[in-house]
């Protein structure tokens, strides 16, 4: 890897800032005085100091977001903020994207990663991994519903959903509204509000509650994240393959 890359990745900017720090400040590889973004060096054994402190190279960082409405999951779009956007510039240095989408007016838990292996395994419909939202529905939500979740619903995919649990936290018979709160283990398109849909109701607001067994932190307001913690990490890998957890 690149000098000025791995002090980018690291938190010391963008290349422009990092040329700076490269330029005023003492950065040391294995000892020697180095000015030079462009030379390579080996993140695991080169040691590299920046004013006398040695820079810990991490490979994969790990963020959850609570999303809030009108970003999209995207890493670049031309009309609208991204997710990407919520992030400080140091963070974003490390190229994270969002696994998997929700929706532009979803609300809740993404996971934000540079670690591809990872990503494509919690997506991976093989893995089933458990995802839970909380919706406000306009309808009056059944247990005819809760039988229909459980037993997979069709909604016009190649095959029909995986069963689903349904929980009714609330009705309110006058707005003619449901609070609900479903566990599904897949990431199908829109997968909430057409299995919704499909049994007549409209979901009027959407929050990803959890993911993999890892709940959103009740202290993230709508936009902020935070790094997962050790144990979280350790959670969400062993919701995977004994492969994954090689890291
Ligand atoms: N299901 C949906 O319909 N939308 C989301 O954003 C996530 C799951």
């Given at each position: 890897?690149?000098?000025?890359?791995?002090?980018?990745?690291?938190?010391?900017?963008s290349r422009?800032?990092?040329?700076?720090?490269?330029?005023s400040?003492?950065v040391?590889?294995?000892?020697?005085?180095v000015?030079?973004?462009k030379?390579?060096?080996d993140?695991?054994?080169?040691?590299?100091c920046?004013?006398?402190?040695?820079?810990?190279?991490?490979?994969f960082v790990?963020?959850?977001?609570n999303?809030?409405k009108?970003?999209?999951?995207?890493?670049?779009?031309?009309q609208?903020?991204?997710?990407i956007?919520?992030?400080?510039?140091?963070?974003?240095a490390?190229?994270v994207?969002?696994?998997?989408?929700?929706?532009?007016?979803?609300?809740?838990?993404?996971?934000?990663t540079?670690?591809?292996?990872?990503?494509?395994?919690l997506?991976s419909?093989?893995?089933?991994?458990?995802?839970?939202?909380?919706a406000?529905?306009?309808?009056?939500?059944?247990?005819a519903?809760?039988?229909i979740?459980?037993?997979?619903?069709?909604?016009?995919e190649?095959k029909?959903?995986?069963?689903?649990?349904?929980e009714?936290?609330?009705?309110?018979l006058?707005?003619?509204q449901?609070l609900i709160?479903?566990?599904?283990?897949?990431?199908?398109?829109?997968?909430?509000?057409?299995?919704?849909?499909?049994?007549g109701?409209?979901?009027?607001e959407?929050?990803?509650?959890?993911?993999g067994?890892?709940?959103?932190?009740?202290?993230?307001?709508l936009?902020?994240?935070?790094?997962?913690?050790?144990e979280e990490?350790?959670?969400l890998?062993s919701?995977?393959?004994d492969?994954?957890?090689?890291k």
């Open positions: 890897m690149r000098l000025d890359k791995f002090l980018s990745h690291t938190g010391f900017g422009k800032e990092v040329k700076q720090v490269l330029k400040r003492q040391t590889l294995n000892g020697e005085i000015k030079d973004g030379l390579v060096i993140e695991k054994k080169d040691v590299i920046v004013n006398g402190v040695v820079v810990m190279y991490q490979k790990y963020f959850m977001l999303k809030p009108d970003v999209v999951s995207a890493t670049q779009d031309n609208h903020r991204t997710v956007d919520l992030l400080s510039d140091k963070d974003r490390h190229d994207f969002p696994v998997g989408r929700l929706d532009k007016d979803t609300t809740g838990f993404l996971l934000l540079n670690d591809g292996e990872l990503a494509h395994q997506l419909p093989k893995k089933k991994v458990p995802k839970s939202y909380q406000l529905v306009a309808g009056i939500m059944t247990a519903d809760q039988a979740f459980k037993a997979g619903v069709d909604i016009g190649e029909i959903c995986l069963p689903a649990n349904l009714i936290l609330k009705v309110d006058d707005k003619e449901t709160r479903l566990e599904i283990m897949e990431g199908k398109f829109h997968q909430v509000k057409r299995m919704v849909k499909k049994v109701k409209e979901v009027l959407l929050e990803r509650l959890s993911m067994g890892l709940a959103l932190d009740p202290k993230l307001k936009g902020k994240y935070r790094e997962l913690l050790n990490q350790a959670e890998f919701k995977l393959s492969k994954s957890q090689k």
